[in-house]
């Protein structure tokens, strides 16, 4: 007789949840409203009933920013968020089955990282931090640089980055700005008696979509120096003067103008040595001519006195022959001097953020404030350098990586403190980035499958592996071997060929071969993969030897460690 018996196999909980994926990362704006969906991490467990139902929870969220859904995994903003603020957010979401005890998940020591971006958005206007108010003297050269334009937005990227442009006040073209530097320079010779003031409204504009932008109303001064000769308002004066007077008789004011102003427009009036000169004396302030003494018409009837002679109170004086003795105080008429006319050095990628490369110096033969010198850099670094303004010194601002960028090419500017009319000196800088053995070998596949046949002659390339390695020189230049001793097969060690040594055994041949791909650098880097060489009757499968790997690290190990 025949009986069928069934069997049910009652499950229990023995399986942990298991997320689909290791890490999550996603992007949102910082425009995103509270309440918006953003990912939806996923856990299966492979137990039936509650034992298989999941519920997550979420860490790493001190603030409040996020939460997530126990039963579904969907996580949302709580909050609106701000690039400025906070640039990223990384949550700990671990996964519970419904056992009791229950089972969590084991995956990175019980939880799983979510990487949550925030990327920026162009929220701020650019903000004027360089005073509205400049002077220039009316003789300085066309190309002098009158005032230093500086915005400054705290966005990042195109979004922060700022250039500077004249909307109006600049019709007579006068000056010109760089809309990268701000630097404001004349581009006519200026005129103070024709023009004194000007008022430049000027905008800086950022690069985002849509720009945002701020004005200033930038006031140029032109400071009056003496370039203007005082003029009579009459050639001739003529006048008449009754004799036997008492001294101090008025007999003509003459009077001049100078079109200069302040100091350089008070004007003092003398009488030129000639006949009888001495028999008058000029007020030299009013410009009013007095006696010295009784006339006698007998004696002299016409007198010739030169009063075309008076000078301004400027610094030079304007005078037609009166002598004056000076005292040169210092202008501001050098500019700074680098010590080279460019500079060009070479440093390794592995340098540590903050270490100093090169040192600028600049001198400036001005006494003062005039002759005292500050550092800067005008041109885009890609936030890899910054300059210490006060010692010339280039420093590193971030880590090096020649495989990204291998040279760099800025302007620094040596500017004087000059309070009213600075003088600055640019000069070029190039950065080249030597390379250091930083990068493993890189297999282009990984595992190679290879069916050969069990007819495959001896010396017959039978599989080829590919690696790279982006680092140059001999720290990039790949050579391959086989990490196990091998008598059917051999690898050519700098094209990667594995060729037959020795017949195959049978024709259900099977065998997986280690191939190391080495660097050629001091310390060399290495990389391993796994060919699967079988013949077309059995292929082999790929299985690890446990199902769980476990291993403590310490803390503080350094990166590259095994």
Same mark, same amino acid.
Request: include cysteine; charge should be negative; glycine fraction near 6%.
């Given at each position: 007789?025949?009986?069928?018996?069934?069997?049910?196999?009652?499950?229990?909980?023995?399986?942990?949840?298991?997320?689909?994926?290791?890490?999550?990362?996603?992007?949102?704006?910082?425009?995103?409203?509270?309440?918006?969906?953003?990912?939806?991490?996923?856990?299966?467990?492979?137990?039936?009933?509650?034992?298989?139902?999941?519920?997550?929870?979420?860490?790493?969220?001190?603030?409040?920013?996020?939460?997530?859904?126990?039963?579904?995994?969907?996580?949302?903003?709580?909050?609106? #968020?701000?690039?400025?603020?906070?640039?990223?957010?990384?949550?700990?979401?671990?996964?519970?089955?419904?056992?009791?005890?229950?089972?969590?998940?084991?995956?990175?020591?019980?939880?799983?990282?979510?990487?949550?971006?925030?990327?920026?958005?162009?929220?701020?206007?650019?903000?004027?931090?360089?005073?509205?108010?400049?002077?220039?003297? &009316?003789?300085? &050269?066309?190309?002098?640089?009158?005032?230093?334009?500086?915005?400054?937005?705290?966005?990042?990227?195109?979004?922060?980055?700022?250039?500077?442009?004249?909307?109006?006040?600049?019709?007579?073209?006068?000056?010109? #700005?760089?809309?990268?530097?701000?630097?404001?320079?004349?581009?006519?010779?200026?005129?103070?008696?024709?023009?004194?003031?000007?008022?430049?409204?000027?905008?800086?504009?950022?690069?985002?979509?849509?720009?945002?932008?701020?004005?200033?109303?930038?006031?140029?001064?032109?400071?009056?120096?003496?370039?203007?000769?005082?003029?009579?308002?009459?050639?001739?004066?003529?006048?008449?003067?009754?004799?036997?007077?008492?001294?101090?008789?008025?007999?003509?004011?003459?009077?001049?103008?100078?079109?200069?102003?302040?100091?350089?427009?008070?004007?003092?009036?003398?009488?030129?040595?000639?006949?009888?000169?001495?028999?008058?004396?000029?007020?030299?302030?009013?410009?009013?001519?007095?006696?010295?003494?009784?006339?006698?018409?007998?004696?002299?009837?016409?007198?010739?006195?030169?009063?075309?002679?008076?000078?301004?109170?400027?610094?030079?004086?304007?005078?037609?022959?009166?002598?004056?003795? #000076?005292?040169?105080?210092?202008?501001?008429?050098?500019?700074?001097?680098?010590?080279?006319?460019?500079?060009?050095?070479?440093?390794?990628?592995?340098?540590?953020?903050?270490?100093?490369?090169?040192?600028?110096?600049?001198?400036?033969?001005?006494?003062?404030?005039?002759?005292?010198?500050?550092?800067?850099?005008?041109?885009?670094?890609?936030?890899?350098?910054?300059?210490?303004?006060?010692?010339?010194?280039?420093?590193?601002?971030?880590?090096?990586?020649?495989?990204?960028?291998?040279?760099?090419?800025?302007?620094?500017?040596?500017?004087?403190?000059?309070?009213?009319?600075?003088?600055?000196?640019?000069?070029?800088?190039?950065?080249?980035?030597?390379?250091?053995?930083?990068?493993?070998?890189?297999?282009?596949?990984?595992?190679?499958?290879?069916?050969?046949?069990?007819?495959?002659?001896?010396?017959?390339?039978?599989?080829?592996?590919?690696?790279?390695?982006?680092?140059?020189?001999?720290?990039?230049?790949?050579?391959?071997?086989?990490?196990?001793? &091998?008598?059917?097969?051999?690898?050519?060690?700098?094209?990667?060929?594995?060729?037959?040594?020795?017949?195959?055994?049978?024709?259900?041949?099977?065998?997986?071969?280690?191939?190391?791909?080495?660097?050629?650098?001091?310390?060399?880097?290495?990389?391993?993969?796994?060919?699967?060489?079988?013949?077309?009757?059995?292929?082999?499968?790929?299985?690890?030897?446990?199902?769980?790997?476990?291993?403590?690290?310490?803390?503080?190990?350094?990166?590259?460690?095994?």
């Amino acid at each position: 007789a025949q009986a069928f018996v069934r069997i049910e196999i009652e499950d229990i909980n023995d399986n942990q949840p298991v997320f689909e994926q290791a890490v999550y990362v996603t992007s949102i704006s910082s425009h995103t409203q509270p309440g918006t969906e953003i990912i939806n991490v996923v856990a299966t467990d492979r137990d039936s009933g509650i034992y298989g139902v999941v519920t997550y929870i979420s860490s790493g969220d001190p603030h409040g920013r996020f939460s997530i859904d126990p039963r579904f995994g969907i996580i949302r903003t709580k909050n609106q #968020l701000d690039h400025e603020t906070q640039s990223e957010y990384t949550l700990r979401i671990a996964a519970e089955d419904c056992g009791s005890p229950p089972l969590t998940s084991l995956l990175m020591l019980g939880s799983m990282a979510v990487k949550i971006v925030i990327l920026d958005i162009n929220d701020n206007s650019p903000n004027f931090t360089s005073l509205p108010l400049s002077y220039v003297m &009316e003789d300085v &050269e066309v190309g002098f640089l009158v005032h230093h334009v500086i915005a400054e937005d705290p966005d990042e990227g195109r979004n922060g980055q700022v250039t500077y442009h004249i909307l109006s006040g600049n019709e007579n073209k006068a000056f010109v #700005l760089d809309k990268i530097t701000g630097l404001l320079t004349t581009a006519q010779l200026l005129d103070r008696e024709i023009q004194e003031r000007y008022s430049l409204t000027v905008m800086a504009l950022d690069d985002g979509s849509p720009a945002l932008s701020a004005t200033q109303v930038l006031t140029i001064i032109v400071l009056d120096v003496n370039d203007e000769t005082p003029i009579f308002l009459k050639q001739l004066y003529e006048t008449a003067v009754r004799e036997n007077q008492d001294p101090g008789e008025f007999v003509i004011k003459v009077e001049a103008v100078d079109r200069d102003a302040g100091l350089n427009s008070l004007l003092r009036y003398e009488i030129l040595p000639g006949t009888g000169y001495k028999k008058f004396k000029m007020n030299s302030d009013s410009g009013e001519l007095l006696t010295t003494a009784s006339l006698d018409r007998e004696t002299q009837e016409v007198f010739s006195i030169k009063g075309n002679s008076c000078h301004d109170l400027g610094s030079p004086s304007r005078t037609s022959t009166a002598q004056l003795t #000076l005292t040169v105080l210092d202008e501001n008429d050098h500019n700074p001097l680098f010590a080279k006319t460019h500079y060009q050095i070479s440093v390794t990628e592995d340098l540590e953020e903050g270490s100093a490369i090169l040192d600028l110096f600049a001198s400036d033969k001005d006494d003062g404030l005039n002759g005292e010198v500050m550092y800067s850099l005008i041109d885009d670094t890609f936030g890899a350098f910054a300059i210490d303004s006060v010692t010339g010194s280039i420093v590193t601002t971030k880590a090096l990586d020649r495989e990204t960028k291998s040279q760099y090419t800025f302007r620094a500017v040596a500017s004087d403190c000059s309070i009213h009319l600075p003088r600055s000196t640019t000069v070029s800088v190039v950065v080249h980035i030597d390379d250091v053995n930083d990068n493993d070998p890189v297999f282009l596949q990984n595992p190679i499958r290879a069916f050969v046949p069990a007819e495959t002659h001896v010396n017959e390339t039978v599989a080829t592996v590919r690696a790279e390695d982006v680092d140059l020189g001999s720290n990039g230049a790949v050579v391959f071997s086989l990490m196990t001793e &091998e008598t059917v097969f051999q690898i050519d060690a700098k094209t990667g060929d594995i060729i037959l040594h020795e017949p195959l055994a049978s024709k259900d041949f099977s065998t997986q071969l280690l191939v190391t791909a080495s660097d050629q650098g001091i310390s060399r880097r290495t990389a391993t993969a796994v060919v699967i060489i079988f013949t077309e009757e059995q292929e082999e499968e790929i299985l690890f030897s446990h199902s769980l790997y476990e291993a403590s690290v310490p803390e503080n190990s350094a990166a590259g460690g095994h």
